[in-house]
DNA sequence: CGGAGGAGGTTGTCCGACAAGTTTCCGCAA
DNA sequence: TTGCGGAAACTTGTCGGACAACCTCCTCCG
């Protein structure tokens, strides 16, 4: 109904703040004025509880968000200490792809040494359902009808399931972000010149089966190499060379 | 007795075997994946304590972070969803060093293959202000009276002005922030022991004048190996080998 | 045919309990 | 008196259960 409706809006809009979210405003608050400063140790959980009036289980929540954002940070059997600000706990990348050739070429060198070691990991650490993923992205790499849409998708699909077959997060959270950075502004800058997309997919998806057959056989130096050949490759394509000279010698070691 | 202290040492860094943050890094990860895209559900609580074996109470902590930071938002009775995945062109990683012993693995290993790549490159296309750079940090480690404070100080500076002198800016970003997160986390935990300061000391500055030395002579294998050896060393000190086999075999190809 | 209402599932909050880590201080022995 | 071991107190970390608030869906009755 309409009031059903509007309340529901209404309650999306002017949301009375969570509890936790709640506690951990006024925290920050204390912060920012300075009540609490560097260092300084947090009141404890019970008491934080017992001030605003809610469990121990919203206070710990509250914090839980605060040490996310890299506000305090936590010991057991200590307490709660405010962090300073500039050595938060948290890195930000901003990669504006289209605006300057260095900086694809530097995004693009740094995808292509986490993703050849994700390669090689991958190889000898991938688990059952790791492999499926990559085998189904290949998959749907081959099956796709257009592709501009679905097997670009597919695409990032595979490197994303090496790259968390790798079995480090961390490795997995940077290739995804780059190779999604990459794959979007590499669609951005096409548009028309896609003529050449159908003899350039057969490429790939041959370069993709070449590694997906490394992996298979968990032989990390060749998916190593075969990662390696269809970066170099996916580079070439693009219109420039990986790097002179120096990556050739040290990306393989 | 050497491997006991290190032991200690090794079990002051990393607190407890489980924690929110290991959950929150696997969400994340899901995410970075792709495995779970915007507007998609997590699963229930429930489901998640189950998979990774912890309590209810320890999710709700992991998406008090996540819900934090902007990448879910939960309305109750629905479920948790994931909002915008990249809205944005940062990238985001949340480095809880002090949470989780494979946390802190993961990061040593990221920070490893990139920082062996890094002194390859700066090796090669270092300038004479790099140069001076990272010479200038080395001097003052050697002078450093108190290891605890100007020398990790100098050491912290010697690693970003190698990666800096790789000529990418990105790798650096990356590198700065990883080895700054980890110094961090060993001075914050180390508190009282540093009784072994002294002897480390003597060994780590060999092993820095020794990548000094290749990048001096601008030999990019020499480099990425002194580098590779100091890494391992540092992780040995800290009481566990940086990966077995696995690494071993690819980190040099 | 349609709307009210219940069943089942999910998040939000509270409580109690115990484990693990840190500091403080007391009492005992040299 | 002084040094040191260790108990005690305090704090965070984790667990399990319980119930309320809320959402969806299905059923039943008019």
Known sequence: MKSRASEELLATLVRSP?????VAA???AEIAEGRLQEG????????LAARFGVSRSVVREAIAGLRSNGFVRSRQGLGAFVVSPRES???RIDADLTSDL???RNVFELRAILEIKAAALAAVRADENHRARISEALERMRKASNWMDDGVAADLDFHRSVAAASGNPYIATVVGF????MRQSIMFMRQNQNRFAERLSAMNIAEHSAIHK???KRDARGSALAMRAHLTAAAKRLGYGLSPAAIEIDLLG
Do not use: K, N, Y
């Not at 969570?18 to 709640?22: A, I």
């Not at 780059?178 to 950075?181: F, I, V």
């Open 18 to 22: 969570q509890s936790p979210s709640r």
């Open 26 to 28: 006024a925290i920050r």
């Open 40 to 47: 300084d140790r947090l009141p404890t959980e019970m008491v």
């Open 89 to 91: 706990a948290t890195l």
């Open 102 to 104: 260095t900086v694809f």
């Open 178 to 181: 780059l190779a999604g950075q």
């Open 214 to 216: 490394a992996l298979m």
